[in-house]
């Protein structure tokens, strides 16, 4: 029972730290993708749709090979951490969330742009104001990217190792003990696993109706 309690804390800490880190990475990109014009925004526009689908194990082996002793990035000693799993779902959640506040922003832009310069805001100035806009959409997003990284298990195993008490995560648990025939464990996972993102899904849900009735009111 400890060792369950053990792995479904640890997935969930890991996945809403990447999630968090993601988010923060991706909102100002994505507003500024859709509001500042500039030489190459189409090409990183197209690259980060491209990345959307971004292979969880082509990911994993990039950074196992980036935190490995020989690696760049050895002498941080963070192959097989928690840390390492973070950076991990933090890389593939960055697309998704990038590309859904980068539609959602074009669209607000489109609409509330002229309205929002001509009453003498700068188009950094108007950023916060587009990502207020869009808050419901951006509820959407942020779950979507929590999608992403409380379901992932390819990379995660490549830089985690599914270290017991350590490294170990609700999926790369429930395959381990597929593999080893301890279906009782794996099924007991993954039904906290799918709990876990009905009861997300709700949530985003219900608050996502309630930004739009506002938006909707304060139009």
Known sequence: MHSFLEIVALSIGVSLAATAAATAISLPIGAALAIFPFRGRRLIVVLINAFFGLPPVVVGLVLYLALSRSGPLGSLALLFTPTAMVIAQTILAIPI??????????????????????????????????????????????????????????????????????????????????????????????????????????????????ARTAESDEV
């Open 97 to 210: 969330i990038t590309a859904l506040v980068h539609r959602a922003s074009e669209r607000a832009w489109a609409r509330y742009g002229d309205e929002l310069t001509s009453d003498g805001a700068t188009r950094l100035q108007a950023v916060p104001q587009i990502l207020m806009i869009i808050r419901a959409d951006l509820v959407t997003a942020v779950l979507a990217g929590f999608g992403r990284t409380v379901s992932e298990v390819g990379a995660v195993i490549l830089v985690g190792g599914n270290i017991r008490g350590l490294t170990r995560t609700m999926t790369t648990a429930i395959a381990l003990q597929t593999s080893q025939g301890d279906l009782s464990l794996a099924l007991a996972l993954g039904a906290v696993l799918v709990g876990i993102s009905i009861s997300v899904s709700a949530t985003v849900f219900a608050l996502a109706g309630r």
